[in-house]
T-cell receptor, first 112, second 116 residues
Framework: SQKIEQNSEALNIQEGKTATLTCNYT??????LQWYRQDPGRGPVFLLL?????KEKRKERLKVTFDTTLKQSLFHITASQPADSATYLC???????????FGSGTKLNVKP | KAGVTQTPRYLIKTRGQQVTLSCSPI?????VSWYQQTPGQGLQFLFE???????NKGNFPGRFSGRQFSNSRSEMNVSTLELGDSALYLC???????????????FGEGSRLTVL
């Protein structure tokens, strides 16, 4: 069966440390993988997109890696801040008219 | 530039009723997608419209329907509401051309539907 797995338990880290979130998937062949941030009561906000032929993408304090052999993406936030506290969702994009498959999300808590 | 606007933000209905939700995409965006978000199932794709045509549909019963107007605004309708339809319904617009079939999504704040 098809599955997308993100850590269901919250990730608690200290301010200034690097947060690493994992997205594993099975029985999908995504053309792209996207990461979104969602705050309570709000809609998700796009952060980064990485293509299947890219290994790594960076944007400011964010970095995402994509390993199609391991079927895994890692999302890193360096020098984390309390304002980074939110739920982070990975989304698999099969190039199928915006029909994305979302993981259940990982809640990140950054403590001052 | 204004973001994606969804109305109403909150609504309460009873079983058997129907509901219509509205979405105004970002100006210039012609693709509108709808997702249902629940604590148990997460975000699930409902359907996608581009230039008034439904290009993709998720695995939801026929009670869930939608449409898109010539100005790219979209509506979704749920008929014969069930308790399990209680969810946050999210609309997302995307800047894709007719030849491109994917792009980053810009979500609205959602319509929170409670079915009693």
């Amino acid at each position: 069966s098809q599955k997308i797995e993100q850590n269901s338990e919250a990730l608690n880290i200290q301010e200034g440390k690097t947060a690493t979130l994992t997205c594993n998937y099975t029985n999908y062949s995504p053309a792209y993988l996207q990461w979104y941030r969602q705050d309570p009561g709000r809609g998700p906000v796009f952060l980064l997109l990485i293509r299947e032929n890219e290994k790594e993408k960076r944007k400011e304090r964010l970095k995402v890696t994509f390993d199609t052999t391991l079927k895994q993406s890692l999302f890193h936030i360096t020098a984390s801040q309390p304002a980074d506290s939110a739920t982070y969702l990975c989304a698999l994009d099969l190039g199928d008219f915006n029909k994305f498959y979302f993981g259940s999300g990982t809640k990140l808590n950054v403590k001052p | 530039k204004a973001g994606v606007t969804q109305t109403p933000r909150y609504l309460i209905k009873t079983r058997g009723q129907q509901v219509t939700l509205s979405c105004s995409p970002i100006s210039g965006h012609r693709s509108v997608s709808w997702y249902q978000q629940t604590p148990g199932q997460g975000l699930q794709f409902l359907f996608e419209y581009f230039s008034e045509t439904q290009r993709n549909k998720g695995n939801f019963p026929g009670r869930f329907s939608g449409r898109q107007f010539s100005n790219s605004r979209s509506e979704m309708n749920v008929s014969t509401l069930e308790l399990g339809d209680s969810a946050l319904y999210l609309c997302a617009s995307s800047l894709v051309s007719g030849s491109s079939n994917t792009g980053e999504l810009f979500f609205g704040e959602g319509s929170r539907l409670t079915v009693l």
